[in-house]
């Protein structure tokens, strides 16, 4: 590991990063380095980027870079060869900065599309099943300017800590966007490429032949019954789990936040079953159990209207209503 000077910043963030860590990349004599892949999500204040290739005897060789604002400039740890990624993050996650720049507010979703549906409509007997996860297609326009393509986010956005460092990734999952009169919307999904013009639709975005409809919002939303994970007959059957939420903003929970937690390896797990109070705001549900115990994730109505609450995500695992 090596601790680079202090340097004054070009632009944002990423971009100072980013051409820091191709002198880095070009200094090292790697041949035929696979393009670098960054990484805002790095331990505490830091971003990361990395990549690899040959050196001389031909043997494989990977180079890192973690950057961090700190008193107005950029500091770099450059990681030559095998990096201890839990080591470090143990380290990293607990650095301060020297004057770290201002809490900002979260940036504001101005607008929100998706398109896609990869779940399995299957009917049997006349009935409709959702089966397994399903994973929107989704544009956010931030106030920041930044074009959010995330798929979801675990904690939910309104808890994500990740979002205050996309601001100039632009690496095809976090772009940019402005206005282009009242009828385009020009998005920058990935750095050098050209940018992409999306027209307006009658409150739709139309790229070509594909149209991204908009997202209802579920800001101040309350429930009303049970919901669960329904598979078709003969298929096989996930555990009898279900959740109810009520009008007061009360719910409880019999075990299918459990579930739906399993792909989310990287913070605690909600307790197995328990009941408590929930809020909804910026596509993220907040449920507070009767013991203390906290928990949100991405949440949204699979249909085009708030009021039809047949079927919801819950990160992207569906739950329908019994």
């Given at each position: 590991?090596?601790?680079?000077?202090?340097?004054?910043?070009?632009?944002?963030?990423?971009?100072?990063?980013?051409?820091?860590?191709?002198?880095?990349?070009?200094?090292?004599?790697?041949?035929?380095?696979?393009?670098?892949?960054?990484?805002?999500?790095?331990p505490g204040p830091?971003?990361?980027?990395?990549?690899?290739?040959?050196?001389?005897?031909?043997?494989?060789?990977?180079?890192?870079?973690?950057?961090?604002?700190?008193?107005?400039?950029?500091?770099?740890?450059?990681?030559?060869?095998?990096?201890?990624?839990?080591?470090?993050?143990?380290?990293?996650?607990?650095?301060?900065?020297?004057?770290p720049p201002a809490?900002?507010?979260?940036?504001?979703?101005?607008?929100?599309?998706?398109?896609?549906?990869?779940?399995?409509?299957?009917?049997?007997?006349?009935?409709?099943?959702?089966?397994?996860?399903?994973?929107?297609?989704?544009?956010?326009?931030?106030?920041?300017?930044?074009?959010?393509?995330?798929?979801?986010?675990?904690?939910?956005?309104?808890?994500?800590?990740?979002?205050?460092?996309?601001?100039?990734?632009?690496?095809?999952?976090?772009?940019?966007?402005?206005?282009?009169?009242?009828?385009?919307?020009?998005?920058?999904?990935?750095?050098?490429?050209?940018?992409?013009?999306?027209?307006?639709?009658?409150?739709?975005?139309?790229?070509?032949?594909?149209?991204?409809?908009?997202?209802?919002?579920?800001?101040?939303m309350r429930l009303?019954?049970?919901?669960?994970?329904?598979?078709?007959?003969?298929?096989?059957?996930?555990?009898?789990?279900?959740?109810?939420?009520?009008?007061?903003?009360?719910?409880?929970?019999?075990?299918?936040?459990?579930?739906?937690?399993?792909?989310?390896?990287?913070?605690?797990?909600?307790?197995?079953?328990?009941?408590?109070?929930?809020?909804?705001?910026?596509?993220?549900?907040?449920?507070?159990?009767?013991?203390?115990?906290?928990?949100?994730?991405?949440?949204?109505?699979?249909?085009?209207?708030?009021?039809?609450?047949?079927?919801?995500?819950?990160?992207?695992?569906?739950?329908?209503?019994?």
């Amino acid at each position: 590991m090596y601790v680079l000077p202090s340097q004054p910043l070009q632009g944002t963030l990423w971009k100072t990063h980013r051409a820091i860590f191709q002198e880095a990349l070009k200094s090292s004599q790697l041949k035929d380095p696979v393009p670098p892949i960054h990484d805002p999500d790095g331990p505490g204040p830091f971003i990361r980027s990395s990549s690899a290739g040959h050196d001389a005897a031909g043997g494989v060789r990977s180079i890192s870079m973690y950057s961090a604002l700190s008193d107005g400039k950029i500091e770099c740890i450059l990681v030559h060869n095998q990096e201890d990624r839990d080591g470090i993050a143990a380290i990293l996650g607990r650095t301060t900065v020297k004057s770290p720049p201002a809490k900002a507010d979260r940036p504001k979703i101005l607008e929100a599309y998706r398109r896609g549906n990869q779940a399995q409509y299957i009917n049997t007997n006349g009935g409709a099943f959702l089966q397994g996860s399903l994973k929107y297609e989704r544009i956010w326009l931030r106030s920041d300017g930044v074009a959010d393509f995330s798929t979801y986010y675990p904690e939910g956005y309104a808890a994500a800590p990740v979002v205050f460092k996309h601001a100039g990734l632009e690496d095809g999952r976090v772009g940019s966007w402005k206005a282009r009169g009242q009828s385009q919307i020009e998005i920058v999904r990935t750095e050098g490429v050209p940018a992409e013009v999306y027209e307006r639709d009658d409150g739709k975005l139309r790229l070509g032949g594909s149209l991204w409809q908009p997202m209802p919002a579920v800001d101040g939303m309350r429930l009303e019954g049970r919901w669960t994970v329904k598979t078709p007959p003969g298929e096989a059957q996930p555990p009898k789990t279900w959740i109810g939420f009520k009008k007061d903003g009360r719910f409880e929970d019999d075990g299918i936040l459990d579930y739906v937690s399993l792909s989310d390896l990287k913070r605690g797990k909600p307790p197995k079953k328990g009941a408590g109070a929930y809020e909804l705001r910026d596509w993220t549900i907040f449920l507070k159990y009767d013991d203390g115990t906290s928990w949100s994730t991405d949440f949204s109505t699979i249909g085009s209207d708030i009021k039809d609450d047949s079927a919801i995500l819950f990160g992207v695992f569906v739950i329908q209503k019994e």
